[in-house]
């Protein structure tokens, strides 16, 4: 059983995907979160590839960048899709939230307060709508973006609209689909446990 | 039956240009549909997301660049000879992204002190990229393994502009250059670039 290490700061950020997928899966793995002042000891390139984190380490060996790693992951955790053409579509929908959640995050870090609220409206009125309204129409009537099972899109979905609610409550009132991707992914024995025992971090 | 493929973008390489040499390097035969400015506003309402660029294969329409070259790499056998070389190539393809998309944001930042202070901030950012790519990559001209995948074609996608700014950018990193050389001495490859369409990005 090889064993794993990922490496990250004490948030939820770019490594939250991992490790629900990592709950997902069941796969134990060793959770470690950097506190900043640690971060400088860090960074030479033995322990991180691009002087970056997140990391995993698997057996000794060392990949970074967050949609790699959790594509590795998900793959250990049968989560890509079946066929090819099913993880291409995952992959598709995946990069597409991501298209919208750097918007966001662009608005969550913004400093200025008054920039900050006119980009909270125009992400609430112009771009999360349309997004929603799109990935209703990509969401099976069983509540799985691609196939008749979980599949690490699903997953990355719901983990987007965790940080997206968090600053626009209800804006998944009224999606049937959409509401039942999340029960799916919340349901899973895996994320369930991991959700009640993850720390409580900001972001 | 072969699937048949058709890819669909701009005349651009931007971000078509990674598919359009993995099916050089496999050599796969594809239709390579390019569509004109004017011709999009109506196009995109047939498209997914409303962007391209997009791949029919099978039947199915797939868009985002990056799921697309993922799929293509995986059907021509592009993309790593296990789960663990799948996750460096994914490493390294992610990096030149991250690049592509400073390289961008410098391009065309619309605010001329804005633009300013991005340009200057890519010298520094392409040397440590480079200096991490030349650490991390493979010393016979490949990134990942001992044989091409579609890293080391975005790896050589990524580096067009650098390369057509200052032609010696890789003299100090010659595991980078050789990763060049041997994409630019892949048949298929090589092929296409006599061939393909000249466009400014």
């Known amino acids: 059983m090889p064993t794993y290490k990922l490496t990250c700061f004490n948030v939820r950020g770019r490594a939250e995907l991992i490790r629900l997928l990592f709950a997902a899966g069941e796969i134990p793995y060793e959770d470690v979160r950097i506190e900043w002042d640690k971060w400088p000891e860090l960074k030479p390139i033995s322990d991180t590839p691009m002087g970056q984190i997140p990391t995993l380490e698997v057996d000794g060996q060392v990949i970074c960048q967050s949609m790699a790693i959790a594509r590795f992951v998900a793959g250990k955790a049968g989560l890509l899709g079946k066929t090819n053409m099913d993880q291409a579509r995952a992959d598709m929908l995946l990069d597409g939230g991501m298209d919208v959640g750097k918007l966001f995050t662009e608005m969550v870090m913004e400093k200025d307060a008054s920039k900050k609220a006119e980009k909270k409206k125009e992400f609430g009125e112009k771009h999360l709508p349309p997004f929603l309204a799109l990935y209703e129409g990509f969401a099976g009537d069983n509540g799985h973006f691609v196939g008749d099972s979980l599949t690490w899109s699903d997953i990355g979905f719901f983990n987007m609209m965790d940080f997206i609610t968090a600053e626009y409550p209800g804006a998944l009132d009224g999606y049937c689909k959409l509401n039942k991707v999340i029960d799916n992914v919340k349901s899973n024995p895996g994320v369930a446990k991991w959700l009640k025992e993850r720390p409580v971090t900001n972001h | 039956m072969a699937p048949k493929y058709k890819f669909t ?18 050599g796969v035969q594809y239709e390579d549909y390019r569509i004109d400015f004017p011709q999009w506003p109506a196009f995109k309402e047939k498209t997914p997301m409303g962007q391209m660029p997009l791949l029919e294969a099978d039947g199915k329409v797939v868009c985002q ?27 390294f393809v992610c990096g030149v992204n991250d690049l592509i998309d400073k390289l961008c944001d410098a391009h065309f930042a619309s605010d001329e002190a804005i633009k300013e202070e991005r340009t200057k901030a890519l010298g520094p950012y392409v040397t440590k990229f480079l200096d991490n790519y030349e650490k991390l990559g493979g010393p016979d001209g490949h990134l990942v393994g001992t044989s091409l995948t579609y890293a080391d074609l975005a790896f050589f996608v990524g580096m067009h502009d650098v390369l057509k700014h200052r032609a010696d950018a890789l003299e100090k990193f010659p595991k980078l250059a050789k990763v060049v050389e041997r994409v630019r001495e892949n048949k298929g490859v090589a092929a296409y670039i006599a061939e393909r369409p000249e466009t400014n990005i």
Request: net charge positive.
């Open chain 2, 9 to 26: 973008y701009f005349n651009l390489r931007a971000r078509g240009e990674l598919s359009r040499l993995i099916f050089a390097a496999a």
């Open chain 2, 65 to 91: 660049s990056g799921a697309i070259a993922r799929y293509l790499a995986r059907e021509t056998g592009l993309g790593g000879k296990s789960s663990w070389e799948e996750a460096q190539v994914d490493m």
